[in-house]
């Protein structure tokens, strides 16, 4: 939308209704933004308006969304490390022959679960990519 629009003129027009826009943001946080409709106003102009509304909010839910998404992201790091000491641990018992048929299991679940978490962490930071864009965060 181009910033250099002239704002409506309102002047003496009745208004003829009102709408609010409101989104429910991380943290508990949320964002409301309203109105007004005003007679003889065209539905282009309230489409603009509307659709401004809707654009700001967006990019507000975005920006608080991505320390969530950062987040998240450094948990799976996080998970991915123990993941890997203990897969460690239990390789070596495998090695020398010392592993229960628990332990083996485990072993095994992990290599699974290995591959999955690091799939999410990719997909967590094309998230977060994604999301500092469309905010326009560097």
Known sequence: MDDEKKPLDTGARPIIGNFNLAAQLPNNRSIAVAGYFYEGEALTSINERLDLC????????????????????EQRITALRQMKEVMDDLAGKQQSGKISSQERMTLKNMQVNLKKVSEDIDKGEVAIRDAKLKAGVA
């Open 54 to 73: 809707q654009e700001a909010i967006e990019r507000q839910r975005l920006r608080c969304e991505i320390p969530e998404l950062e987040a998240a992201r």
